[in-house]
Nanobody, 117 residues
Framework: QVQLVESGGGLVQAGGSLRLSCAAS????????MSWYRQAPGNQREFVAR???????NYADSVKGRFTISRGNAKNTVYLQMNSLKPEDTAVFYC???????????WGKGTLVTVSS
């Protein structure tokens, strides 16, 4: 079992920055990839960014050049640095962990990011 707790959400003006954190606990040795997803009101949950155990990263086109995913020194914390925020970035941001060899996904409860225009 893996537990994920997100933090760092809040209200920010357009053009501003926020840094989200996701702390993993439990069977963290089984985590292969950690990702951020987001869900805006009325929309489906969508992929934002991922980082592998080898520190390879991928981003959604909508956030490339503005968001950066990284790991903490302890490797059980993942950050999402969000710059140049836009009102359309408003969403609940969720942390995800993919574990191996089970292939099971774990989700946090989410943190709300609101970007005002």
């Amino acid at each position: 079992q893996v537990q994920l707790v997100e933090s760092g959400g809040g209200l920010v003006q357009a053009g501003g920055s926020l840094r989200l954190s996701c702390a993993a606990s439990g069977s963290i040795f089984s985590i292969s990839t950690m990702s951020w997803y987001r869900q805006a009101p009325g929309n489906q949950r969508e992929f934002v960014a991922r980082i592998t155990n080898g520190d390879s990263t991928n981003y959604a086109d909508s956030v490339k050049g503005r968001f950066t995913i990284s790991r903490g020194n302890a490797k059980n914390t993942v950050y999402l640095q969000m710059n140049s925020l836009k009102p359309e970035d408003t969403a609940v941001f969720y942390c995800n962990a993919l574990t191996l060899p089970s292939g099971r996904n774990y989700w946090g409860k989410g943190t709300l990011v609101t970007v005002s225009s």
